[in-house]
């Protein structure tokens, strides 16, 4: 499928089941559609942002086991409430959530998934450029030592209700020069707790956006915007 027009007027969507292939940049901005989003049984490629910024789709969005390759952000700022359906040698979704197989790379959190709390599961590596895009629920995120790379500028953008930061990733910290930095993670946040193992790798431009208050968390280090 090459090409959505954005401007149609239907409410859902069933994508016709011969098509093997959603071609990048598909479905874009596509604000009509309001109802739900059916993947053929078929598919086997997801290009990049194939599906995205189309806030006003409802519900879970299935993937079919038969993907295989799966494009940079493929449904970034599109409002499903859940990833569902594949769990094969290349990708798995763990609580609405999609991974690479390996849970190494953090692929896309549904925007519309509506916990306003998430902890990055341990052994991810990489959280994926735009993968939190306009998650306006998320009020709280921890982002465990494993996590070694966000990937762009933009992973956190439009997460303006993303309060509080929890951060046990030195390498993490170490990103931390701006409000922007690290993927716009801490761009909307009050308060950012910081192990105290990733405390000392924290720049000296933090200081400069963040002041140290006393903590009220055992093991970490308190800062307030």
Known sequence: MLQFPAGKTQKNFVIPSTVVEIS?????SCTNLSGTIILPANLKTIGTSAISTCPNVTGELVIPQ?????GGYPFHGSSFTAFSGIDNAYYTTVDGVLYDASMTNLIQYPTGK????FTVPSGVATIGSYSFYNAK????ITIPSTVTNIAGT???SGCSNLKTVIIESAAVAAMLSSKNSAGNLVRYATTVYVSESAAASLSESFADIFRETSSDQTGYRKYTA
Do not use: E, K, N, R
């Open 154 to 156: 933009s992973a956190f």
């Open 24 to 28: 990048g940049s598909a479905m874009v």
């Open 114 to 117: 509506p916990d306003t709390s």
């Open 137 to 140: 629920s998320l009020t709280s």
């Open 66 to 70: 038969t993907v295989t390759s799966i």
